[in-house]
């Protein structure tokens, strides 16, 4: 498994942008850089959604149909690091942010289909 840690969560305004970050902070028969990642989100009362995930080599990038066009998900395999470039940033957007590693085989929607969770980031747009 991975040791994943998020950051660069915070209190923004409605139309602001952030950038998150996830980083291995630990490994165990495991590669950062041969595991698809994903991002996904979860609100209070909420299930956890699925936000943004992409492949270990960067050329595939699915995403939510509610950030389509604002956020950007990429990755630094030298640096152990997978990003989440949110724009545009709307009051619904409000959630603790995770960040996990795909194991599953085709469903990268599917929370059940990762592991490795991180602790999270509060994500907080206010109007």
């Known amino acids: 498994q991975l040791q994943l840690v998020e950051s660069g969560g915070g209190l923004v305004q409605a139309g602001d942008s952030l950038r998150l970050s996830c980083t291995v902070s630990a490994a165990s028969g495991r590669h950062f850089s041969s595991s698809a990642m994903g991002w996904f989100r979860q ?3 909420k299930d956890r959604d699925f936000v943004a995930c992409i492949s270990w080599n960067s050329e595939y990038r699915f995403y939510a149909d509610s950030v389509k066009g604002r956020f950007a998900v990429s990755r630094d395999n ?11 940033l709307k009051v619904e957007d409000t959630a603790v ?6 194991i599953g085989q085709n469903g990268y929607s599917n929370p059940a289909e990762y592991d490795s969770w991180g602790q999270g980031t509060q994500v907080t747009v206010s109007s």
Not at 83 to 88: A, D
């Open 43 to 45: 609100a209070p009362g």
């Open 97 to 102: 942010y995770y960040c996990a590693a795909f």
């Open 78 to 88: 030298a640096e152990n690091t997978v990003y989440l470039q949110m724009n545009s």
